[in-house]
């Protein structure tokens, strides 16, 4: 099943159950997916549907670090509830292991020996693990290995 069509589906069912924070996100999610069709002016990709979705998620994590920030859990947890509904539809994010074994293979490589090949190793690794790794947990994963072998 495509990512759009299980869009589409739980949403009817979210609807149909009344699941109102369900709804309310998939509602959302499905307006900026429609937004980037218009902008566009074609249909779009499974990818650039992913885009968005990884967009929306990466907009919810930035609300509940600056709600926390102002002493809002209220807001917060708001957002943090319609995060996990978005994490739904997001792979499994690569574990430590897997994650510290994909930065020594990206490092071996692009052959980067300093903290200069770091953007190669990033993009490298983000490219191919689009979606399923934490870019602040690999930047310091990275920055840290690149460290080591200096």
């Known amino acids: 099943m495509t990512l759009s069509s ?3 589906s739980d949403y009817i069912t979210a609807y149909k159950a009344k699941n109102s924070l369900k709804l309310g996100v998939l ?6 997916v429609k937004n980037l069709q218009v902008e566009k002016m074609r249909p779009l990709t499974e990818d650039e549907i992913f885009d968005v979705l990884m967009r929306q998620v990466k907009q919810r994590q930035d609300s509940i ?4 920030n102002a002493n809002r859990q209220d807001l917060a947890d708001k957002e943090a509830a319609e995060l996990t509904v978005l994490q739904e539809y997001m792979p499994a994010q690569l574990g430590a292991e897997e994650l510290a074994a994909a930065v020594d293979k990206a490092i071996a490589d ?9 953007g ?7 490219a191919e693990y689009k979606g399923r790794v934490d870019g602040k947990e690999l930047s310091g994963m990275v920055r840290s290995k690149l460290q080591a072998l200096s």
């Open 27 to 32: 509602r959302l999610l499905k307006t900026a």
């Open 110 to 118: 692009s052959g980067a020996a300093s903290m200069q090949d770091m």
């Open 6 to 8: 299980r869009i589409e």
């Open 120 to 126: 190669k190793v990033m993009s490298a690794i983000m």
């Open 65 to 68: 670090e600056q709600f926390e």
